[in-house]
C-alpha cells in the first residue's frame, strides 16, 4: 500500500500562481502511475492531470492545458501540479492518486486505488 499527502493549497486572486505537492509513504511512487483530480461539493470527481510511472506520458484536462503541469521526482517520492495563470473557476479540492494498474496513464478515476485526503484550493476574482 501507499499513502499520499497533499500541500500547497490556499487562497490565491485570480492571475496567481501554486504548486501542489503530493508526498507517497509505505511504498515508493516510482510502483505507479499518478493523477491530480478536483472535487467541488455535489459534483463529480474529474481528472485535472496524469503522468505514467517513468514520466514520459502525461495528460491534461482541456481546461487546465498550457497552465498546468504535471511532474513527478520519484527519488523524492513526490508528484507535482503547477498551476499558473489561476482563475476562479479552478476553485475546488485537488486529491493526488496512485494507480498501480499495467496502463501508462490512466484518465478516469476507476483505476486509481489509492488516495490523498485532498487540498483546497480557491481562486478569487
Known amino acids: 500500500q501507499v499513502q499520499l499527502v497533499e500541500s500547497g493549497g490556499g487562497l490565491v486572486q485570480a492571475g496567481d500562481s501554486l504548486r501542489l505537492s503530493c508526498v507517497a509513504s509505505?511504498?515508493?511512487?516510482?510502483?505507479?502511475?499518478m493523477g491530480w483530480f478536483r472535487q467541488a461539493p455535489g459534483k463529480e470527481r474529474g481528472i485535472v492531470a496524469a503522468?505514467?510511472?517513468?514520466?514520459?506520458?502525461?495528460y491534461y484536462a482541456d481546461s487546465v492545458k498550457g497552465r498546468f503541469t504535471i511532474s513527478r521526482d520519484n527519488a523524492k517520492n513526490t508528484v507535482y501540479l503547477q498551476m499558473n495563470n489561476l482563475k476562479p473557476e479552478d476553485t475546488d479540492v485537488y486529491s493526488c492518486?496512485?494507480?498501480?494498474?499495467?496502463?501508462?496513464?490512466?484518465?478516469?478515476?476507476?483505476?486509481?486505488?489509492?488516495w490523498g485526503q485532498g487540498t483546497q484550493v480557491t481562486v478569487s476574482s
Open positions: 509505505g511504498r515508493t511512487v516510482s510502483s505507479y502511475a
Open positions: 492518486a496512485a494507480n498501480g494498474w499495467p496502463v501508462g496513464v490512466a484518465t478516469t478515476d476507476r483505476w486509481y486505488d489509492y
Open positions: 503522468i505514467s510511472r517513468s514520466g514520459g506520458s502525461t
